[in-house]
């Protein structure tokens, strides 16, 4: 049974450009989360995704958008890139989401974003 | 707003020592702690959970703890072995997990 994945794995990228990262949940799964790790500290929520709607975002700048498909694969759209915005990108699916319980959310591998 | 402290941020034992990571949330309505396992260059994985209706839960050699009226949580991991070797991450969650700083355990053979 395969994982949640992710591409590209590595990305560099020059400031101002922007950028398009794609993540693909365990089969079943229908919602999907994005988080930015920057090297040293522990991920950050960006996004979630329950359904193709957007049902939770985090402390990230307009120039931070994404957007659900379908098939419940996700992308993950960085416009007007800053030094500041190499990290780690990591994809989470879960099965569901629920107001008043959660569910485990497991990660892909990551795309590594290098902006020069 | 939300925050979860983690301490220490690094930690150092013999092969077969216990290690204990402990974390202290600010969101009183949050109902669900998870903990990640990060190894160098790889995805945190998610190795024990723990929900608010439950103060202790362990596999083989990991337990979470739960206090929620002081609102801190703990990973214990008895019996240390070189491969615990990594960087470990206590959470809070709804939707979203809010993640602490990291503790980087190293087990020394």
């Known amino acids: 049974d395969a994982g949640v994945t992710q591409s590209p794995t590595h990305l560099i990228k020059t400031r101002g450009q922007h950028v398009t990262l794609r993540c693909s949940p365990i089969?079943?799964?229908?919602?999907v989360s994005w988080y930015q790790q920057v090297l040293g500290q522990g991920p950050q929520f960006i996004f979630q995704y329950y359904e193709k709607e957007e049902r939770g975002r985090g402390n990230f700048p307009d120039r931070f958008s994404a957007r659900q498909f379908p098939n419940y694969s996700s992308e993950l759209n960085v416009n007007a890139l800053l030094l500041g915005d190499s990290a780690l990108y990591l994809c989470?699916?879960?099965?569901?989401?629920?107001?008043?319980?959660?569910?485990?959310?497991?990660f892909g591998p990551g795309t590594r974003l290098t902006v020069t | 707003g939300e925050n979860v402290e983690q301490h220490p941020s690094t930690l150092s034992v013999q092969e077969g020592d216990s290690a204990v990571i402990k974390c202290t949330y600010s969101?009183?309505?949050?109902?669900?702690f998870p903990w990640y396992k990060q190894e160098l260059g790889k995805r945190p994985q998610l190795i024990i959970d723990?929900?608010?209706?439950?103060g202790e839960k362990k596999d083989q050699r990991i337990a979470v703890t739960l206090n929620k009226t002081a609102k801190h949580f703990s990973l214990h991991i008895t019996e240390t072995q070189p491969e615990d070797s990594a960087v470990y991450f206590c959470a809070q969650g709804g939707g979203k997990l809010i993640f602490g700083q990291g503790t980087e355990l190293s087990v020394k053979p």
């Open positions: 969101d009183s309505a949050s109902n669900y």
């Open positions: 989470a699916s879960s099965l569901k989401m629920g107001p008043t319980s959660s569910y485990e959310q497991y």
């Open positions: 723990i929900r608010s209706n439950v």
């Open positions: 089969s079943g799964h229908k919602s």
